[in-house]
Nanobody, 115 residues
Framework: QVQLVESGGGLVQPGGSLRLSCAASGSIFSINTMAWHRQAPGKQRELVASITSGGSTISAGSVKGRFTISRDNAKNTVYLQMNSLKPDDTAVYYC?????????WGRGTQVTVSS
């Protein structure tokens, strides 16, 4: 089993920045893919960015150039640095990890971009 705990969400003004963190715990050796997804009210959950244990990344077109995903393999922690935030980025952000053929989700952290 893998437990994921997100932190770092909150309220920020347009143009501001936030850094999300997600720490994985449990009887794990090495997690392959870790990712951030988000779900806005009335919309489907969507991939924001993902990163493999080797450091390969994928980002959604809507966040390229503004969001950066990174990870600390020794700590089994993934980060999402979000800059130049827009009101459209408002959503619940979920951490995801793929381990031993299974997918695991965190409970989510709310990000609200508003003046």
């Amino acid at each position: 089993q893998v437990q994921l705990v997100e932190s770092g969400g909150g309220l920020v003004q347009p143009g501001g920045s936030l850094r999300l963190s997600c720490a994985a715990s449990g009887s794990i050796f090495s997690i392959n893919t870790m990712a951030w997804h988000r779900q806005a009210p009335g919309k489907q959950r969507e991939l924001v960015a993902s990163i493999t244990s080797g450091g390969s990344t994928i980002s959604a077109g809507s966040v390229k150039g503004r969001f950066t995903i990174s990870r600390d393999n020794a700590k089994n922690t993934v980060y999402l640095q979000m800059n130049s935030l827009k009101p459209d980025d408002t959503a619940v952000y979920y951490c995801y990890a793929r381990y031993s053929g299974n997918g695991y989700w965190g409970r989510g952290t709310q990000v609200t971009v508003s003046s």
